[in-house]
DNA sequence: ACATTGACCTGAGAGC
DNA sequence: TGCTCTCAGGTCAATG
């Protein structure tokens, strides 16, 4: 799941249940998904303290702490959050537990563990040293910002898109949603793009399939009908013409793409 | 310097 | 049923 869309899910999750309650507790059962601290240091940082916000940088999610401080979550490829009174309806895979004083526990789960768990003392020294690219979803991302990032790539327009140093929170299924809405084909290579073709890309990632997904609570289910993720697998067909979708791979990653409606190579 | 590949993890589903 | 193989929404170090 956790691209940007579902990361914001999370951090609205974690705003609407987690704020401003006294962390009584930490359990740390995922030890070996902590990067840079160790399950002693964060427990000692977060016990007694509470959190005064969640903020989103591409596809990490941060816990703003009272003073000063910040808890940072990366989701990997299968990571996620739960608030929950009772344990016994809170799924497996848990890798860290937050306890509140109110007797409900914050869960961060990830079965696959490629997901990192992490403290930080200043969010703009956090992005710059990960080398994070600006949030399109940011006010200062701009046609022109985007045009000038995405000259400087070779790569094929699909694996500029993923590039977190780039541009932080795309990664492959919403990097296939931007290039279908926007009609260009995964494969073409980002400077063989028209002026047209990036100012396309720019207002689906910005205007349409990025806040659109977050209206539909990144839930496949709920996206419009003429979206291509649903429909993003084997034997998947073309939401606006019925085509059978094509299947690549580009950078390593499977990328679903429309014969009829994208055009390129 | 940049782009691409393989390794890191665990589980689900396909095929035999 | 049970085994093996492949694949999965991410990232980083190593390689070209």
């Given at each position: ?77 299968t ?26 526990t914050?869960?961060?789960h ?51 898109l ?46 349409n399939v ?10 496949p ?16 067909a ?28």
């Amino acid at each position: 799941m956790p691209e940007l869309p579902d990361v914001e899910i999370f951090r609205q999750y974690m705003e609407s249940t987690s704020l401003q309650q006294e962390i009584r507790n930490v359990e740390v059962p995922g030890k070996d998904m902590l990067e840079g601290t160790s399950a002693s240091r964060l427990k000692k940082v977060l016990r007694g303290r509470l959190f005064q916000n969640a903020r989103r940088h591409g596809k990490y999610l941060f816990g703003g702490l009272d003073e000063e401080g910040w808890l940072v979550l990366h989701f990997g490829m299968t990571g996620f959050l739960s608030y929950f009174r009772d344990e016994k309806q809170s799924t497996s895979h848990k890798r860290l537990l937050i306890r509140f004083s109110n007797g409900y526990t914050l869960a961060y789960h990830c079965l696959r563990k490629l997901g990192k768990i992490a403290l930080a003392d200043d969010l703009n020294r956090f992005i710059e040293e990960k080398g994070l690219g600006p949030d399109p979803l940011g006010s200062s991302f701009d046609l022109e910002t985007f045009s000038n990032t995405m000259s400087a790539s070779r790569a094929a327009v699909k694996s500029t898109l993923m590039n977190q140093k780039l541009l932080a929170g795309i990664g492959n299924i919403y990097s296939d949603e931007i290039l279908f809405q926007a009609g260009i084909r995964p494969g073409v290579k980002t400077r063989d793009l028209s002026d047209k073709d990036l100012e396309s890309i720019y207002i689906e990632i910005t205007q349409n399939v990025l806040p659109t997904a977050i209206e539909a609570r990144a839930d496949p289910s709920r996206l419009p009908a003429s979206f291509i993720i649903p429909h993003r697998h084997g034997g998947g067909a073309c939401p606006l013409c019925g085509t059978a979708l094509r299947k690549t791979r580009i950078g390593g990653r499977t990328a679903y793409f429309c014969p009829q409606h994208q055009h390129g190579c």
